[in-house]
């Protein structure tokens, strides 16, 4: 829930989540329609999909328990390495090395005062360096804590990064589109022109749109009618 979300958005989502699919065998058997339901308000729907296919693996894989390998965890889908080894640090309290965005915040303010267009490549071995091993999670904990204070003191630290891209507009993008017509198939299926008189939007995007979510898995067309997959 974390990726791409900021930690407010997601402290009023979890519990509710939480509260509907308490385990992996409850996500894995609700319908996608379910799960899109209770995700609503969070973006990014595909993590969504990504968690209901992770929950059916562990519960047929590996008899319900989450893995606590890393190599294990990105032939997950949704999954890199960054958030596997987020995982294993958070949830078993393994020593491993990954790097976010609060991360990245505390090691460019501590290490690169007079550099700009720092890679995370320059950023690991340092982590790797000075991450305490003997409780990896406490560790991670207050450096995030930390970079989140950093980022009111020094709101511009992450955009010397190699990796910084400002994010593109939401109003009137693809983003925006997806969760509309999501939100409204969540409801009853509909057509192309049905749901661009709902949204009172472009036909043409709405089309586009509409076909990418169907690639990706999310809704299905049967005849004209889009639906909610699966």
């Known amino acids: 829930m974390l990726q791409q979300t900021q930690v407010e958005r997601v402290l009023q989502k979890y519990s509710e989540f939480i509260a509907v699919f308490p385990d992996f065998q409850s996500l894995s058997k609700a319908p996608l329609r379910k799960a899109l339901r209770v995700w609503q308000g969070m973006g990014y729907n595909r993590r969504a999909i990504a968690l209901k296919e992770i929950a059916k693996i562990v519960v047929n894989d590996f008899k319900g328990v989450l893995p606590d390998s890393v190599n294990t965890l990105i032939t997950f889908p949704g999954i890199g390495r960054a958030t596997a080894s987020a995982i294993c640090a958070f949830a078993y309290n393994q020593p491993t090395v990954f790097i976010e965005t609060n991360i990245r915040r505390v090691f460019i303010h501590c290490f690169f005062h007079d550099r700009d267009n720092i890679r995370d490549a320059d950023i690991l071995p340092l982590i790797e360096k000075k991450l305490d091993k003997r409780n990896p999670r406490e560790w991670y904990y207050v450096l995030m804590d930390y970079g989140v ?35 409204a198939l969540i409801d009853r299926p509909a057509t192309s022109a049905k749901i661009t008189s709902m949204l009172k939007c472009n036909p043409k995007q709405v089309r586009k749109v509409l076909a990418q979510l169907k690639k990706e898995g999310f809704i299905i067309k049967k005849g004209t009618m889009y639906s909610i997959g699966r």
């Open 149 to 183: 204070m950093l980022k009111k003191q020094f709101p511009k630290q992450n955009q010397r990064s190699a990796h910084y891209q400002k994010q593109a507009p939401f109003q009137g993008s693809n983003r925006q589109m997806r969760g509309k017509i999501l939100k």
